[in-house]
């Protein structure tokens, strides 16, 4: 059984930090994506980055142009999590942040976070920014 459970939400003012933690079981990171993904009330889900391990393709990573910069996705095979580390947090950043896991579908010379499969999902962490 898969499963994912995020922690590390809370209140920051802008320009503080936070990290996210994504904490898996049931699930490889080889051949699997973990991907990171916001929405904030009355707003569209987002994707906002994505890793993914091959057996022989490496490490790629993806992140939304919104995070691009600021927030840095990693996985720690030994302990089973993957961070989402966020830097220079805006109040745009404010929504509830899940993270999903699953097989690749679609491959390309780039990585997006619709090119997973995003099976499995976590309950979710509040981040709230305040100006």
């Known amino acids: 059984q898969v499963q994912l459970a995020e922690s590390g939400g809370g209140s920051v003012q802008s320009g503080g930090s936070l990290r996210l933690s994504c904490a898996t079981s049931g699930i490889s990171y080889i051949n699997n994506c973990v991907g990171w993904f916001r929405q904030a009330p009355g707003k569209v889900r987002e994707g906002i980055a994505t890793?993914?391990?091959?057996?022989?393709?490496?490490?790629?990573?993806y992140y939304a142009d919104s995070v691009k910069g600021r927030f840095t996705i990693s996985q720690d095979n030994a302990r089973n999590t993957v961070f989402l580390q966020m830097n220079n947090l805006k109040p745009e950043d404010s929504a509830m942040y899940y993270c999903?896991?699953?097989?690749?579908?679609?491959?390309?010379?780039?990585?997006?976070?619709?090119?997973?499969?995003?099976?499995?999902w976590g309950q979710g962490t509040q981040v709230k920014v305040s100006s």
């Open positions: 890793v993914y391990t091959g057996a022989t393709t490496g490490t790629s990573t």
């Open positions: 999903a896991a699953g097989p690749r579908k679609r491959w390309a010379g780039y990585l997006l976070s619709d090119h997973c499969t995003n099976n499995y």
